[in-house]
């Protein structure tokens, strides 16, 4: 039995079945990554779009080994310089003004930023929540329910009231959702678990407006698209608007758990000492990782790169679509792209990793290529001949039967 073998019968015994793994890693590098018997992968997960700047890149490891090596955790009854500092730089950036709250996932990030809302509507009988069909906000029960998929809601009845759905892209949808107790709008830039679906300006200028003209908060769920992912450092950028509030994880602290809430001015004093808490949240080696994450962002100038790797990376695949019936579409923005297949998209991932290449489904026919934004056009170039093979070997002969 080999060692990967061993590794997965251990995790069989031990560990909850709340994934289905399908290959044991161990070491990473940039996009690559090596099981226990020394076999390489291209990496375009990036640890589902946490891994931004790569596996291990040198200066993220460099701030965390002295981070944690200088205190590790202090709780939030004591000031500490790297969180005033990365609250500092999220505020700038964003250039929201306001303030922020850190905690450890997105699901807490987004259950932070529902309760914010909900705290700043209470006095006015406001706190239903309007989210989308095909979205995804987290795994908590609150964050599961604000979800529009009701298959990571089934057997968790009865779900948390104060939530209702409108079609996503669609404003008349949402127009129609606002009711008395409507206290706010919460969007993903793009959809990433529903399909890898980008929002239309004209949806996200006109919900700006809509939440203006209702009095309503708009809200951000930037935990997939955050960071870079899609060529800025949040997705809500690309739209001429700004939020009240977005949320932030995955990719902040390259995978040293990590979640933010970044407030405007309007919300950033709502909460009060006793209202919200995180006991681990914005710790110092967490906020260590996070400041290094940003300086290789931008001293690698990876938003730039990661926009033009996106462009090449969609026109390859694209090809695809002209040659195999079965590719239906190629859509996203960046580095968060999706392949749309009239099939199973499991076929293809599973396909791609016998090949050497990593990448993952959103939904059945979506295949999800998230690759760290400092990619090479070497890399991608290697990615597209690695799918091109698998699609050949699933549908080639298929079309050739037909001709």
């Not at 006015?124 to 809601?153: C, D, M, P, W």
């Not at 695949?317 to 199973?344: A, N, P, S, T």
């Not at 990793?353 to 990593?358: A, I, P, S, T, V």
Request: with cysteine; glycine share 10%.
């Amino acid at each position: 039995m080999s060692k990967s073998e061993d590794i997965a019968g251990l995790f069989d015994q031990y560990v909850m079945r709340t994934y289905s793994p399908t290959a044991t890693l161990v070491t990473g590098s940039g996009c690559k990554v090596k099981n226990p018997e020394g076999n390489t992968f291209m990496d375009f997960t990036s640890g589902l779009a946490v891994h931004n700047v790569g596996h291990c890149h040198p200066k993220v490891v460099e701030a965390v080994q002295d981070q944690v090596a200088t205190l590790g955790h202090v709780s939030n009854l004591f000031y500490t310089p790297r969180q005033a500092l990365l609250a500092q730089r999220l505020s700038k950036l964003s250039s929201l003004g306001g303030k922020c709250f850190f905690c450890n996932s997105g699901a807490e990030a987004n259950e932070a930023m529902i309760k914010l809302a909900r705290a700043w509507g209470h006095a006015k009988g406001k706190y239903e929540i309007i989210t989308f069909q095909n979205s995804f906000h987290g795994r908590t029960l609150a964050t599961l329910t604000a979800t529009g998929q009701s298959k990571v809601q089934k057997g968790f009845e009865p779900l948390p009231v104060g939530f209702a759905y409108a079609a996503f892209n669609d404003l008349a949808s949402v127009r129609e959702a606002v009711g008395e107790h409507t206290v706010a709008v919460m969007l993903e830039a793009v959809q990433g678990e529903g399909g890898v679906l980008p929002a239309d300006e004209e949806f996200v200028v006109g919900l700006r407006k809509l939440c203006d003209e209702k009095g309503l908060l708009l809200l951000f769920d930037e935990v997939q698209c955050g960071m870079g992912r899609t060529g800025k450092w949040f997705g809500w950028q690309h739209f001429p608007v700004k939020p009240d509030a977005f949320t932030l994880a995955k990719a902040l602290a390259d995978g040293i758990p990590m979640g933010a809430l970044v407030a405007s001015p309007a919300l950033s004093n709502v909460f009060k000492p006793g209202m919200h808490a995180s006991t681990f949240g914005g710790n110092p080696i967490s906020c260590a990782a996070a400041m290094a994450v940003m300086d290789v962002i931008e001293e690698e100038d990876l938003l730039d790169h990661a926009a033009k790797m996106g462009v090449l990376l969609a026109e390859g695949l694209k090809m695809f679509v002209d040659k195999y019936d079965q590719v239906l579409d190629v859509r996203g923005k960046g580095l968060m792209v999706g392949m749309i297949l009239e099939g199973q998209a499991k076929d293809i991932v599973d396909l791609c990793r016998e090949m050497g290449l990593l990448c993952c489904a959103a939904g059945e026919h979506v295949v999800r290529f998230l690759p760290p934004l400092n990619v090479k056009e070497a890399n991608i170039e290697e990615a597209l001949e690695m799918v091109g093979d698998a699609l050949d070997e699933l549908y080639g002969e298929a079309e050739e039967d037909e001709g």
